[in-house]
């Protein structure tokens, strides 16, 4: 039994089984019961709003929250996308839907109405995810102590396949799965349960500035430092000769650095200085949501937690009572939402599970792969993701079917891009930042329409006519 065994734990449980009776506390079963009336401060809107929790465990109450935003116009005609922030433990909600590409960012009171929504182009899901992160929930907190990617894979599945029993409209749905950071592990597991299982209609992934591969990405970032000018000539000597970034990093998951090791981090961190953002060393603004995803990623034992600031928007927003009704969330064994879980104690030795290799797996299953940077980002540089994926075509014996060549948005370009076998896509976004649809939405939505869409990304300056169509 329960440790401790709490009235509200066994009316609960007794919802499970009686539904209607006491719905409040139960997990409702359809769709309908669902449905967001109305977010407060939100503007008038077309298309339909949902969030709730869906079981993936009903015996340990263990459910996961989402927000689905339907299209905005021709669902039906729609594509889904499921999207996922990474941490691991940070939310799809607050940062992916509330301030990278959901259709309102919270602004005082009020949501503005982002006119890049990534739901212009597709149904798009936000999955809080696993258990303890955001208002999902595992009510035998146990479950916290030791999180692990194959545990949070597997409970993704069991999400989609019950949420599929909620909206069985979407079940037959051209499926796409994406997300940033270190969802560059929760993605390509998940695919990869999807592939196993046939099931779902599962088209392709796409992911940003993710985590593939320890060493490689880790390493990046002193050759990114160095050559946007954040470290000396005699610092990227030391990560090159005397400490690499992967084994600090790797150090500082087990224990204290090496003393060598301490310089060399303690040097770089000097020159760096921490009045940089390095999810985007060139933006100067205030960015605590967006940043604690790769914050998490960054995290080194000795340095000091990342400065969150006064004035976040979405944390605000979303610890808003109405809010949470609106949204049908509760808080569980939480007495705040906060954007990386507080709860959850992820296993760190993780981070050095390849995943790189399940690319490939997906590739040889015909799922259609998107790699892409940010790429002003020396959290995961875009100089690790693409040596990544170029050697990966080489191992698959992909041949290039569009060269490395730029693309456009609008007059501009908006970064460099290579397809491989026609199947394997790596592309950059231009002065964008780790969280690239928050600091570039318009180039991030081409991206992201070219690749539902099948389309190599466009290829010279649009006509305004052509931008039209696409907007
Ligand atoms: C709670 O979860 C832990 C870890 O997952 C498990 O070992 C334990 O049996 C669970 N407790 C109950 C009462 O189910
Ligand atoms: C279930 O739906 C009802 C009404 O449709 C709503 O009041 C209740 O909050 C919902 N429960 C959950 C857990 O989402
Ligand atoms: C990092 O250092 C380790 C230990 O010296 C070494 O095995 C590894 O090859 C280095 N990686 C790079 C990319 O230099
Ligand atoms: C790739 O290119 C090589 C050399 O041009 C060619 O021999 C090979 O057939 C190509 N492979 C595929 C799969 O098209």
């Not at 407060?40 to 263990?62: L, S, W």
């Not at 990560?239 to 087990?254: D, K, L």
Request: charged residues 20%; hydrophobic residues 35%.
């Amino acid at each position: 039994m329960y440790p401790k065994l709490v009235p509200w734990l066994i009316a609960a449980t007794l919802c499970v089984t009686l539904t209607g009776i006491c719905s409040s506390s139960a997990l409702n079963t359809t769709s309908a019961a669902d449905r967001i009336a109305s977010l407060p401060g939100q503007p008038q809107v077309t298309f339909h709003q949902y969030a709730g929790y869906v079981a993936v465990d009903e015996e340990q109450q263990r459910a996961l929250f989402y927000y689905f935003a339907e299209a905005e116009g021709n669902p039906a005609e729609k594509p889904l996308v499921l999207w996922l922030n990474g941490g691991p433990g940070c939310s799809s909600v607050g940062v992916g839907a509330f301030c990278e590409h959901g259709p309102f960012k919270p602004s005082g009171d009020v949501l503005l109405k982002n006119d890049y929504s990534w739901n212009k182009e597709a149904n798009m899901l936000y999955l809080e995810t696993p258990a303890g992160v955001g208002f999902s929930y595992s009510v035998n907190t146990s479950y916290y102590k030791s999180v692990d990617d194959k545990m949070t894979a597997i409970d993704n599945l069991a999400f989609l396949r019950n949420w599929f029993e909620k909206f069985p409209e979407y079940k037959e749905r051209d499926l796409f799965i994406t997300g940033e950071s270190y969802a560059g592990h929760y993605v390509p597991q998940l695919a990869l349960l999807i592939v196993q299982s046939k099931l779902f209609n599962l088209k392709g992934i796409a992911i940003g500035n993710p985590l593939l591969e320890f060493n490689t990405d880790f390493n990046s970032r002193a050759d990114f430092f160095w050559s946007h000018g954040l470290i000396s000539d005699a610092t990227y000597e030391s990560f090159n000769t005397i400490c690499n970034y992967s084994q600090i990093r790797r150090q500082s998951q087990s224990g204290p650095l090496t003393p060598v090791c301490s310089r060399v981090a303690s040097e770089s961190s000097r020159e760096i200085s921490k009045f940089i953002d390095t999810y985007d060393v060139t933006l100067d603004v205030c960015l605590s949501t967006v940043s604690s995803q790769s914050a998490v990623l960054n995290k080194l034992q000795e340095t000091e937690k990342i400065d969150v600031c006064v004035e976040d928007e979405a944390l605000k927003y979303l610890n808003r009572k109405e809010v949470q009704e609106a949204l049908h969330a509760r808080l569980v064994g939480i007495s705040t939402w906060t954007v990386c879980s507080e709860v959850v104690r992820y296993e760190y030795q993780n981070l050095e599970i390849p995943t790189i290799t399940i690319l490939g797996e997906l590739v040889k299953s015909g799922i259609h792969v998107l790699v892409y940077s940010g790429d002003q980002d020396s959290a995961i540089p875009l100089l690790g993701s693409r040596t990544l994926v170029n050697n990966l075509a080489k191992q698959l014996g992909l041949n290039t079917t569009v060269p490395y060549r730029v693309w456009f948005e609008q007059r501009q370009v908006a970064g460099w891009t290579q397809v491989y076998g026609d199947i394997l896509s790596y592309a950059t976004i231009r002065g964008a930042s780790h969280e690239a649809p928050y600091s570039s939405p318009e180039r991030s939505l081409v991206l992201f329409s070219s690749f539902l869409g099948g389309r190599p990304l466009p290829e010279g300056l649009l006509s305004e006519s052509a931008v039209e169509k696409h907007s």
